[in-house]
């Protein structure tokens, strides 16, 4: 078991201690490769249930111990409690690992914090919002907002939500058929040659084109675009929409602000045999009248906190305050504002996020309407099961497949 721990600690230490996404951590560390499965289960655990863990840590220890122990402590509770894996076995792996780590003095109290982990019932504090947080490892900030907004009932339903399920999109050929003959378990969506797949394992047909992976949010939202001549997809990468949308659309220009993700476009777009995606390296916040009143339609899937995607991304919940939920509205609303240009008259301006928080969805787009009356509302729909917000849509992860997203279609009259 000391390779699995010693694995598990190298990967969300580069989480905790660096900065790095859980899926670059993973990818940039050597991993024992019969653990693998368990490893990676048990990383993605220990993110998602990181405020759970770290009440416990807390509740047990008051005098904060130095990462690399909280790391160990963390990967210990998560063990105990969701892997139900042997108390013994877990304490005495855990202690070593701290000694291997060279600091063998910490090892008494790693070991005096596990059996008091192991003997302790704990209590969540009697604030709801407090509780709630805990219970479900969710930002204590969001939890508030979500509470204001939904109340408790449907906030727990929102928060616990779970997503288990990877989801295919085909095009080319039929993907019923193609997972039929591989043997594989799938789950019709309500769109079209999109699939729900169980333990499926990528293959060299994904690096041929035949499928790719797309969030069922994500292809909800480019069904509700109308087609059309042009689109501009002003923040694209890693170009999922822009792939989906091409299918609509003559053309597409697709815009990142950084090089590389850019560059993330284009091998998308050429993986997929898709040959009327234009990538560029623009600032959708910086104006340019070169595109004025030069598309069909824009799509501007905002920068936004991802709270909506937490199942997949468990790390985004490490890093996510309201000082920076502020600032990304701030963003949002700036890059509306400059793109509304971009759209001609009677074309539409789509407004889309991967979050569940109001301040980042109806709220924005109140904003932006009420600040230029060249737009309004327009009402749409979806096949995805979605609560409707004043004609937009927001789709939420007890009811919509386990993940968060909105959209809503402006449409410019003059």
Same mark, same amino acid.
């Given at each position: 078991?000391?390779?699995?721990?010693?694995?598990?600690?190298?990967?969300?230490?580069?989480?905790?201690?660096?900065?790095?996404?859980?899926?670059?951590?993973?990818?940039?560390?050597?991993?024992?490769?019969?653990?693998?499965?368990?490893?990676?289960?048990?990383?993605?655990?220990?993110?998602?249930?990181?405020?759970?863990?770290?009440?416990?840590?807390?509740?047990?220890?008051?005098?904060?111990?130095?990462?690399?122990?909280?790391?160990?402590?963390?990967?210990?509770?998560?063990?105990?409690?969701?892997?139900?894996?042997?108390?013994?076995?877990?304490?005495?792996?855990?202690?070593?690992?701290?000694?291997?780590?060279?600091?063998?003095?910490?090892?008494?109290?790693?070991?005096?914090?596990?059996?008091?982990?192991?003997?302790?019932?704990?209590?969540?504090?009697?604030?709801?919002?407090?509780?709630?947080?805990?219970?479900?490892?969710?930002?204590?900030?969001?939890?508030?907002?979500?509470?204001?907004?939904?109340?408790?009932?449907?906030?727990?339903?929102?928060?616990?939500?779970?997503?288990?399920?990877?989801?295919?999109?085909?095009?080319?050929?039929?993907?019923?058929?193609?997972?039929?003959?591989?043997?594989?378990?799938?789950?019709?969506?309500?769109?079209?040659?999109?699939?729900?797949?169980?333990?499926?394992?990528?293959?060299?047909?994904?690096?041929?084109?035949?499928?790719?992976?797309?969030?069922?949010?994500? %292809?909800?939202?480019?069904?509700?675009?109308?087609?059309?001549?042009?689109?501009?997809?002003?923040?694209?990468?890693?170009?999922?929409?822009?792939?989906?949308?091409?299918?609509?659309?003559?053309?597409?220009?697709?815009?990142?602000?950084?090089?590389?993700?850019?560059?993330?476009?284009?091998?998308?777009?050429?993986?997929?045999?898709?040959?009327?995606?234009?990538?560029?390296?623009?600032?959708?916040?910086?104006?340019?009248?070169?595109?004025?009143?030069?598309?069909?339609? %824009?799509?501007?899937?905002?920068?936004?906190?991802?709270?909506?995607?937490?199942?997949?991304?468990?790390?985004?919940?490490?890093?996510?305050?309201?000082?920076?939920?502020?600032?990304?509205?701030?963003?949002?609303?700036?890059?509306?504002?400059?793109?509304?240009?971009? %759209?001609?008259?009677?074309?539409?301006?789509?407004?889309?996020?991967?979050?569940?928080?109001?301040?980042?969805?109806?709220?924005?787009?109140?904003?932006?309407?009420?600040?230029?009356?060249?737009?309004? %509302?327009?009402?749409?729909?979806?096949?995805?099961?979605?609560?409707?917000?004043?004609?937009?849509?927001?789709?939420?992860?007890?009811?919509?497949?386990?993940?968060?997203?909105?959209?809503?279609?402006?449409?410019?009259?003059?």
């Amino acid at each position: 078991m000391i390779n699995w721990f010693y694995d598990c600690y190298q990967i969300l230490n580069k989480v905790y201690g660096e900065g790095a996404f859980i899926k670059q951590a993973i990818s940039s560390s050597f991993i024992e490769e019969k653990n693998r499965a368990l490893t990676i289960k048990t990383c993605y655990g220990v993110l998602d249930k990181d405020i759970e863990l770290s009440y416990y840590l807390k509740y047990l220890a008051p005098k904060t111990p130095k990462l690399a122990i909280r790391t160990i402590l963390k990967v210990a509770f998560y063990a105990l409690k969701y892997l139900n894996k042997k108390p013994y076995a877990v304490t005495e792996n855990a202690v070593e690992l701290t000694k291997k780590l060279g600091k063998a003095g910490a090892g008494g109290f790693v070991n005096a914090t596990l059996r008091k982990f192991i003997k302790t019932e704990f209590i969540l504090p009697s604030d709801v919002a407090e509780n709630l947080s805990i219970k479900y490892s969710y930002p204590l900030f969001a939890v508030n907002e979500l509470l204001e907004f939904y109340g408790k009932e449907k906030t727990e339903k929102i928060i616990s939500a779970t997503n288990e399920k990877t989801c295919l999109s085909f095009y080319e050929e039929s993907g019923e058929e193609y997972l039929k003959n591989k043997g594989v378990n799938y789950e019709k969506t309500p769109f079209d040659n999109v699939f729900y797949a169980q333990n499926f394992i990528r293959n060299e047909d994904y690096d041929r084109g035949i499928y790719t992976y797309q969030a069922l949010g994500s %292809v909800a939202i480019c069904e509700g675009v109308s087609g059309g001549e042009n689109l501009l997809d002003c923040c694209s990468a890693p170009g999922g929409k822009a792939i989906r949308l091409s299918h609509k659309f003559k053309q597409v220009t697709a815009w990142d602000i950084h090089p590389h993700r850019v560059e993330l476009i284009n091998d998308y777009a050429k993986r997929m045999k898709r040959d009327n995606i234009t990538a560029s390296v623009q600032d959708a916040k910086e104006y340019n009248s070169e595109y004025k009143e030069k598309f069909d339609a %824009v799509l501007c899937d905002a920068p936004c906190s991802g709270l909506g995607v937490v199942n997949d991304n468990p790390d985004i919940k490490l890093n996510r305050e309201i000082s920076n939920v502020i600032e990304l509205t701030k963003e949002q609303l700036a890059i509306l504002k400059n793109v509304a240009s971009y %759209v001609k008259v009677g074309g539409y301006l789509y407004y889309s996020t991967c979050s569940v928080l109001p301040r980042e969805n109806i709220e924005t787009v109140k904003k932006f309407i009420s600040l230029d009356n060249r737009f309004e %509302v327009v009402e749409t729909d979806s096949l995805l099961p979605h609560e409707k917000q004043q004609k937009t849509l927001q789709f939420l992860p007890d009811i919509s497949g386990g993940l968060g997203f909105y959209f809503a279609k402006l449409k410019r009259i003059k």
